[in-house]
Structure formats: C-alpha cells, structure tokens
C-alpha cells in the first residue's frame, strides 16, 4: 500500500486509488503517517486535529475515526498502543519518506564531487510533489508540517540548481531562476544562483541588475541589508573573479538558448518559446510529458531545434499539466490543448503555421487543421497515432494490459522509468547510462509520477480515426521502419486525403535521435512546396440541435449561452436551436447548461450532438453533421442529451461520462456510416 502526502492526499493500493472519506478522517492519517512507527498520543491528536475548539467528544470522535480507517487499511497496520496510536509500515511507502532519502542521496553525491547523479537524485525527489504538501487540510498540524516541507522543497530545488550549476548548465538555468525568483522574491539563495548563472552566461549587468532588485525589495518589505555572502558575490562579480566560472560541457552547435515566454490561455499560463524568424511558422508539439527547454542541454535535440528554426520560425510550447506551463486538475482534453496552440500563435503573431507533432502531438494536431483549416497551412507528423489502444477494428493498438501505465508504479519515476522510455523510444541508445541518466532527468522535469501517469492514460482514450477524413491541409507522414509506432504512423497517413507517407530508415521513435537529418531533409522539402494562402472550404465542427418548450424571449438568453461556449448561431426558433462549436466538449458544456435553463422554467428538452465535416456557406439542411445531430435529438427522451461515438471519442481528458444508450446504432438514408449512441451522464 503507497501513501502520498506531497499534494493532495492519496492512499493507492497498487494500481487502485483507496478512498478516505470524511475530512478528519483524512486529517488524522496524515497526523499519524507523519509520525509513521511511533506513537502518537490521543491528547496529542486531539490538539493538532482541533487547537483550542476542542469538542466534548473529541477522544470519542478520534476513536470512531480509527475505527473507519481500520476498515479500509490492512488488518494490523493502525494499532492501538497506549497513550495513542500508530501507523506501522515501511516507511518507504510514504512519499515524503522517499523525498527526503533521494534528497539526503543527492547531497552525498553532490559532496563526493558528482554532480550528474546529484542532479538526478535531487530531480527524483522533487517529481515527487503533486502540489501543496498538506495543501487540503486546515488542522493546527498540518499548517506548521506543510511550512516545514514547502521549506524543505525549496532547499532540494536549491541543491538541484547548484549540482546544475557545477556542470555548467548556467544558459537554461538562468530563464527557470527567473521564474522562481518571481514567485520566491525573498529566497536569498535563489537570488545568488540567478546572479551566478547569469554571470556565467556572459549577462554581467542583468546579474548586478538582480543583486539591486533583491537590495531593494528586501530594504523596502523588511528593512534588511542583503547578507555578507550575497555582497561578497557581487563585488567578486564586479571584479570578474576567474573562480566564480566553472568548465562548461561544449554548448550545442546553436545560438544563445532563448528565453522562455508566456501567454496566458483560459485560466492557465502557458510557456513557450520562439527561435529564428524564417518565412513561414513552424509550432512544433511534443508528445506525452517532453518539455522544449530542458531539450537544450541535449546536443542532439539542440541541433533538431536549431534545424527546424532555420527552415521557419519555430515556435514551442509546453501542453498544460506538463513542463514550465501550469499545472492543472487531472489533465486536459484536445481542445483545451488546440486552445492553448492558438493563444501561442496569437501571441507571437502567427496568422498561419505548419503544425508538427510528435508522437501524441499528432492526434491534437491533426484535429487542430481539421478545425481550423484557415490557421494551418500544413501539418507533419512523426511517429504519431490515431488511436493508441487496441480495438476490435483496430488490431494495431496495444492491449490495455501490455501497457506500462496499467499498473503504474510512482517508485519507477526517474531512472527506471527513463531506461523503458529510452529503449522502447530511442532503441540505438539502448545501454548507454549517460543516456538514461539526462532522459531520467528531462522526464522528472516534464510532470510528477502522476501526471504522466494521467497523461499517459488520458492518451489511450484519445481516438481521432473519424476526424482523419476531415483534414484538407497538406500533410507529411513520417515513421522509421523500425520504430515501435510505425503501423499507427502508416496507418493515420493512409486514411488523410492526400497525405505524402514516408518510411524512413533507423529504429528510432524520436526524430532527434539516430538519423535527423533524414527527417529535417523530408520537412524542409514539404515546406517548400507549400502554398502560401489557405483554401478554407471545408471544416471541422460539432453540431449541438437542442429542442425546447419555449418563448421568443428566451431567445436572448440562449445566444447569450451559445456566445459564452465559443458557439456559431446556424438557426435558432423559439423551441430549437442549431449551433456549431469548434470543441466537442464546449459543445456538451453548452448543451447541458441550455438544458439546466430549461428545466429551471419548468420546459421539456433534449438535445443531440455530433462531430463532423461541413462545407462552409452551404445550406443547413443539407450539411451532414447537421442531420445526424438531429437524428440523435430525435432518439432523445426529455432531459436526455444524446452524443455519436464520435464526439465520445474527441473529448477524452474532458472528465465528461457516457453512458451507452442503447444497442442499435443510429443510421441515415442515405449515408453508410452508423454512429454508436451515448448520453452524457448528468
């Protein structure tokens, strides 16, 4: 059984989540796994459950407490031990057990001169926060225990940056020190790091600008001088003292590494980045938890970007959940991460871009120029996938049971974690520790053992086979012939109107590693023939037909919802409405608000939804994915929203629930295709 306490709390036993229910219930095994194999006293616990309003009952209480979690934990684990309490089992089963072992492992290493293995130690520890330590409970304990851990978190984020420093990692330190000195502008140490890496990275007045911001604010918020270390630092900076330098590994053969950039997308921030300023855009999305600006360190993928940022304007963002963008709950869905795409465009001034994605970057990317068709001007996708689980239809996918994330465990986050992803993903480099060593550390820094674990599932829901038709963008297929992917990758390419399929040589996955130059010719020569202006004829839309009692009146509220999802008025009466929306999820969100509106004011509903091609201008009762949302309205009760397997299909990692309908699939005269049938779950 696993017990996780950095973030929200979780108890997992294996791969099943254990619920804990009650709020004091949960605080109290927090309290006694804090103390893991000792004895907590029942006053004890009553004083950090409750402070100074303890109820009459609070013993009583702590004891039904231990009697409920008894109920779900192994017989024997919470034992009764005069004056209190205890929770006995290895403590490496608590999470924050495991941090502080990889913490105190990456201090000796860092002390016996080596710093790779410092680094890795110090990254493993920190991927193992969720969020706030303790962040959930209110209790007297939790709020003096989660200050001392969010101190210790920072003091391993400290040690990584210093064992990165001693190897000369100064460039991509000095964009991450930024950010954390905005959120931590108090944090000394944070404050030399960043004016040593600046230093080291030829910025000498941006170091001296730093050391006087920190001077002011700490004069201005507490009345203090710096201390005598921090002074001493910048008169050695000012003199350029030689010993302040260290010996670099050789840079990668590309200019400065630029800086990291942010655009705010929904509630979310999200990093990107921008290198050269060729004649066409390129936005490159990586796939499952890659980050862009770790990549840097790694000549091989140095020279990839720099490549690419020759033939266009490359422009790279981390999805949200992953990398330097925010962190979210749970993870998100394709259209929620196209709108992330689109706010980094606009941001950067991109009108029109060729769109390359990467292995789970095809399947977004692929719905993005189905969807917005004016905005792409092309697409390329390396080892990607349509569907990644295998089906009855679809006996190329994996079996959920021969996945790694089917049982999932956080301890092999890291090192162990990175040796399967460089050998099933980069075969050629199979054995080679350096190799798992930086891709441990590249992984650590792209999620928590969570997220990816999240992501990773999230990704086997995703199945974009019935968009695949829709995409009229120029499209460039490429695969190894080796690689683990390439049946997928073959397959998606052969069913794209027009896409040219290219089989390249090598084992590789990664289009960085083995033979680039092989990809980099294929890409630079599909961006040459492109066209520069867009043919925007036909796109990508769901279609939400929502029937309701009504008024002319409620007309206004209607269009007021519709305009609040991001939604395109077709048609609207006083009891229907035809809408289109550029996301399937938006679409369900909107439907199901509109349908709330109706049953407030005492009036039946029921709607139907679907995703599918249209030709723009044409007449509506002639468009397809008009007809088949009808036809789902139809087959709706009251109260009932009704979605095609296809809209079921786009909206994984939306949190939204389906419900199969019924067995008979829904079919039109006069169109061959059948939809499955789901209603959305209230």
Same mark, same amino acid.
């Given at each position: 059984?696993?017990?996780?306490?950095?973030?929200?709390?979780?108890?997992?036993?294996?791969?099943?989540?254990?619920?804990?229910?009650?709020?004091?219930?949960?605080?109290?095994?927090?309290?006694?796994?804090?103390?893991?194999?000792?004895?907590?006293?029942?006053?004890?616990?009553?004083?950090?459950?409750?402070?100074?309003?303890?109820?009459?009952?609070?013993?009583?209480?702590?004891?039904?407490?231990?009697?409920?979690?008894?109920?779900?934990?192994?017989?024997?684990?919470?034992?009764?031990?005069?004056?209190?309490?205890?929770?006995?089992?290895?403590?490496?089963?608590?999470?924050?057990?495991?941090?502080?072992?990889?913490?105190?492992?990456?201090?000796?290493?860092?002390?016996?001169?080596?710093?790779?293995?410092?680094?890795?130690?110090?990254?493993?520890?920190?991927?193992?926060?969720?969020?706030?330590?303790?962040?959930?409970?209110?209790?007297?304990?939790?709020?003096?225990?989660?200050?001392?851990?969010?101190?210790?978190?920072?003091?391993?984020?400290?040690?990584?940056?210093?064992?990165?420093?001693?190897?000369?990692?100064?460039?991509?330190?000095?964009?991450?020190?930024?950010?954390?000195?905005?959120?931590?502008?108090?944090?000394?140490?944070?404050?030399?790091?960043?004016?040593?890496?600046?230093?080291?990275?030829? &910025?000498?007045?941006?170091?001296? %600008?730093?050391?006087? $911001?920190?001077?002011? =604010?700490? *004069?201005?918020? @507490? !009345?203090?001088?710096?201390?005598?270390?921090?002074?001493?630092?910048?008169?050695?900076?000012?003199?350029?003292?030689?010993?302040?330098?260290?010996?670099?590994?050789?840079?990668?053969?590309?200019?400065?590494?630029?800086?990291?950039?942010?655009?705010?997308?929904?509630?979310?921030?999200?990093?990107?980045?921008?290198?050269?300023?060729?004649?066409?855009?390129?936005?490159?999305?990586?796939?499952?938890?890659?980050?862009?600006?770790?990549?840097?360190?790694?000549?091989?993928?140095?020279?990839?970007?720099?490549?690419?940022?020759?033939?266009?304007?490359?422009?790279?963002?981390?999805?949200?959940?992953?990398?330097?963008?925010?962190?979210?709950?749970?993870?998100?869905?394709?259209?929620? &991460?196209?709108?992330?795409?689109? %706010?980094?465009?606009? $941001?950067?001034?991109? =009108?029109? *871009?060729?769109? @390359? !994605?990467?292995?789970?970057?095809?399947?977004?990317?692929?719905?993005?120029?189905?969807?917005?068709?004016?905005?792409?001007?092309?697409?390329?996708?390396?080892?990607?996938?349509?569907?990644?689980?295998?089906?009855?239809?679809?006996?190329?996918?994996?079996?959920?049971?021969?996945?790694?994330?089917?049982?999932?465990?956080?301890?092999?986050?890291?090192?162990?974690?990175?040796?399967?992803?460089?050998?099933?993903?980069?075969?050629?480099?199979?054995?080679?520790?350096?190799?798992?060593?930086?891709?441990?550390?590249?992984?650590?820094?792209?999620?928590?053992?969570?997220?990816?674990?999240?992501?990773?599932?999230?990704?086997?829901?995703?199945?974009?086979?019935?968009?695949?038709?829709?995409?009229?963008?120029?499209?460039?297929?490429?695969?190894?012939?080796?690689?683990?992917?390439?049946?997928?990758?073959?397959?998606?390419?052969?069913?794209?109107?027009?896409?040219?399929?290219?089989?390249?040589?090598?084992?590789?996955?990664?289009?960085?590693?083995?033979?680039?130059?092989?990809?980099?010719?294929?890409?630079?020569?599909?961006?040459?023939?492109?066209?520069?202006?867009?043919?925007?004829?036909?796109?990508?839309?769901?279609?939400?037909?929502?029937?309701?009692?009504?008024?002319?009146?409620?007309?206004?509220?209607?269009?007021?919802?519709?305009?609040?999802?991001?939604?395109?008025?077709?048609?609207?009466?006083?009891?229907?409405?035809?809408?289109?929306?550029?996301?399937?999820?938006?679409?369900?969100?909107?439907?199901?608000?509109?349908?709330?509106?109706?049953?407030?004011?005492?009036?039946?509903?029921?709607?139907?939804?679907?995703?599918?091609?249209?030709?723009?201008?044409?007449?509506?009762?002639?468009?397809?994915?008009?007809?088949?949302?009808?036809?789902?309205?139809?087959?709706?009760?009251?109260?009932?929203?009704?979605?095609?397997?296809?809209?079921?299909?786009?909206?994984?990692?939306?949190?939204?629930?389906?419900?199969?309908?019924?067995?008979?699939?829904?079919?039109?005269?006069?169109?061959?295709?059948?939809?499955?049938?789901?209603?959305?779950?209230?």
């Amino acid at each position: 059984m696993e017990f996780k306490l950095l973030g929200p709390l979780e108890v997992r036993d294996g791969a099943a989540p254990i619920a804990v229910a009650g709020r004091k219930q949960r605080a109290l095994l927090a309290r006694l796994l804090l103390d893991v194999n000792r004895t907590v006293a029942t006053e004890r616990l009553v004083d950090d459950l409750w402070g100074e309003d303890v109820p009459e009952s609070a013993q009583k209480m702590v004891q039904i407490y231990v009697s409920q979690l008894r109920k779900i934990l192994p017989d024997g684990m919470l034992r009764t031990q005069p004056p209190g309490y205890a929770i006995e089992l290895d403590p490496a089963a608590i999470d924050f057990v495991r941090f502080e072992q990889l913490r105190l492992e990456g201090e000796a290493a860092h002390a016996a001169g080596n710093a790779a293995l410092a680094a890795e130690r110090f990254g493993s520890a920190l991927a193992l926060w969720r969020g706030d330590a303790l962040g959930e409970f209110q209790e007297p304990f939790a709020r003096a225990e989660a200050a001392r851990l969010e101190q210790l978190y920072l003091a391993c984020i400290e040690a990584r940056i210093d064992a990165d420093l001693d190897r000369g990692r100064h460039t991509e330190l000095a964009a991450e020190l930024e950010l954390l000195v905005d959120r931590h502008p108090l944090r000394e140490g944070l404050r030399a790091q960043q004016m040593l890496a600046l230093y080291r990275a030829g &910025r000498q007045s941006e170091a001296l %600008a730093a050391y006087h $911001a920190f001077r002011a =604010r700490l *004069a201005a918020e @507490l !009345g203090l001088e710096p201390s005598a270390r921090l002074r001493q630092l910048e008169r050695r900076i000012l003199r350029q003292d030689p010993d302040l330098e260290v010996d670099p590994p050789p840079p990668p053969a590309s200019a400065a590494v630029p800086g990291v950039q942010y655009v705010s997308s929904g509630d979310l921030s999200i990093a990107y980045q921008v290198v050269g300023d060729g004649p066409i855009d390129l936005v490159l999305v990586h796939g499952w938890v890659c980050s862009f600006h770790p990549g840097w360190e790694r000549p091989q993928i140095a020279s990839f970007y720099t490549r690419l940022a020759g033939i266009g304007r490359l422009i790279q963002f981390d999805k949200r959940g992953t990398g330097l963008s925010d962190r979210v709950s749970g993870i998100a869905a394709l259209e929620e &991460r196209m709108d992330d795409v689109r %706010a980094v465009m606009d $941001a950067v001034g991109s =009108r029109r *871009a060729v769109l @390359l !994605g990467i292995s789970e970057g095809g399947p977004m990317v692929t719905l993005f120029a189905a969807t917005y068709p004016e905005r792409t001007a092309g697409i390329v996708l390396m080892g990607a996938y349509a569907r990644r689980l295998w089906a009855p239809d679809y006996p190329i996918g994996t079996r959920p049971e021969d996945t790694w994330w089917h049982a999932a465990d956080p301890e092999a986050w890291g090192l162990p974690m990175a040796r399967r992803f460089v050998d099933e993903r980069a075969p050629s480099l199979a054995g080679d520790d350096d190799a798992y060593r930086w891709y441990a550390s590249y992984l650590v820094r792209g999620a928590s053992p969570g997220a990816a674990v999240h992501l990773a599932r999230m990704n086997a829901e995703i199945d974009v086979r019935h968009v695949l038709p829709s995409i009229h963008v120029p499209t460039l297929v490429l695969y190894r012939e080796g690689e683990y992917l390439r049946e997928p990758a073959r397959y998606m390419g052969e069913r794209i109107p027009g896409a040219r399929i290219v089989a390249l040589t090598g084992v590789d996955h990664l289009p960085w590693e083995g033979a680039q130059e092989e990809v980099l010719r294929e890409i630079e020569r599909f961006v040459e023939l492109l066209d520069t202006e867009p043919e925007r004829e036909r796109v990508l839309a769901t279609v939400l037909v929502i029937e309701a009692d009504g008024t002319e009146e409620a007309c206004d509220a209607v269009r007021v919802d519709v305009a609040r999802f991001r939604g395109n008025e077709l048609a609207l009466t006083h009891d229907t409405l035809i809408a289109t929306f550029d996301g399937p999820a938006r679409a369900i969100r909107c439907a199901s608000t509109l349908m709330d509106r109706a049953r407030l004011h005492g009036r039946r509903a029921r709607a139907g939804l679907h995703t599918g091609e249209y030709e723009l201008g044409g007449d509506i009762r002639d468009l397809i994915p008009v007809s088949v949302a009808t036809g789902l309205k139809e087959r709706a009760e009251s109260g009932e929203i009704l979605v095609s397997s296809t809209v079921r299909d786009l909206v994984a990692g939306s949190g939204l629930v389906f419900s199969e309908h019924d067995e008979e699939p829904l079919r039109l005269a006069g169109l061959p295709q059948a939809w499955h049938v789901y209603a959305v779950a209230a």
